[in-house]
């Protein structure tokens, strides 16, 4: 969309969450939300990597459904280490992930999901995409966490976001 209104879905959500955090406002406060929820998707609309044609929608519910379940598995697993730091099996380390996910929209969403896993951190990517470096917590096989994000994450992004 052209014009003022770039996002309009972003400047309902930004009003909405203006709103919720100042109940009972008076009429400025309501004034000043809705200024910035039109102002800020205008004057932010560069960052934005490229426009979002979704895919697949029977993919993103299997994808939040496997996120969903590995966060839970590590979220055990962290705490076990947390709660028995001498019994930790296997030491931590960077494992390299070869990449095949160009748009910038799903390696957002891959890095999300990288790092509200518990035990897993985004450590880089090379300048031309095709190279990501994890650090994990416990790195037993480097190759089956290669397998496993490229299996479980990668591929449903690339059939989310890509054509």
Do not use: K
Request: aromatic share 6%; net charge positive.
């Amino acid at each position: 969309m052209t014009g003022w209104l770039v996002a309009p879905l972003v400047s309902i959500g930004l009003f909405a969450a203006w709103w919720l955090l100042h109940p009972g406002a008076g009429a400025g406060q309501l004034l000043l939300g809705g200024v910035l929820a039109l102002a800020l998707p205008l004057l932010l609309q560069g960052l934005r990597p490229r426009r979002v044609r979704v895919r697949h929608p029977a993919a993103i519910a299997r994808l939040c459904l496997r996120v969903v379940l590995d966060t839970t598995r590590s979220n055990i697993a962290v705490l076990r280490y947390l709660l028995r730091p001498s019994r930790r099996p296997h030491p931590a380390g960077f494992v390299h992930i070869p990449l095949q996910v160009r748009d910038p929209n799903a390696l957002a969403v891959l890095a999300m999901i990288v790092c509200i896993t518990p035990g897993t951190v985004w450590a880089e990517l090379s300048a031309d995409r095709s190279m990501l470096m994890l650090h994990v917590l416990e790195v037993a096989d480097a190759q089956e966490i290669v397998r496993h994000v490229q299996t479980h994450y990668e591929r449903p992004l690339m059939e989310i976001f890509e054509p």
